[in-house]
């Protein structure tokens, strides 16, 4: 018979982040390393500050021996479930209402950037008359 593995979110994992009930996540499985906090070589801050996130890539870095892959095996109380990314709500618009609403757009924008054309224009007359001038 197989056996069932209990499922993990982050969210629960990150809420055991103290020196008397410390979870962190590793290569998809979820450890409950409380009792192992004393006698981690590298300090049981290291495995406090893992809690909340995943810390597959700050164990790698840290380069652990077989030995120490085969102990952690013990403390193994489950698997990561990782949740998918929310999915963006889409807007859905009908090409008639892009259009319906151009003069509209367009009389909106002429209204903001009146400063441009009026430039333009300003320095199209202050060219043409100096043009003229010197004729």
């Excluded at 008397?20 to 004393?38: M, P």
């Excluded at 164990?59 to 102990?71: C, P, Q, V, Y």
């Amino acid at each position: 018979m197989p056996t069932i593995t209990k499922l993990y979110t982050m969210e629960e994992a990150s809420q055991h982040n103290t020196n008397e009930d410390c979870w962190v996540v590793i290569d998809g499985k979820v450890y409950d390393v409380s009792s192992y906090l004393d006698e981690h070589p590298g300090g049981d801050d290291v495995l406090l500050r893992a809690t909340g996130k995943d810390a597959t890539d700050e164990f790698e870095d840290a380069g652990h021996s077989k030995t120490a892959r085969e102990l952690m095996e013990q403390f193994c109380i489950g698997e990561f479930l990782e949740m998918p990314p929310p999915i963006p709500e889409l807007e859905i618009v009908s090409k008639n209402q892009e259009f319906k609403n151009l003069p509209h757009k367009i009389l909106n924008m002429s209204k903001q950037y009146w400063a441009v054309p009026v430039a333009v224009v300003g320095l199209s007359v202050a060219i043409g008359f100096l043009y003229l001038r010197k004729k």
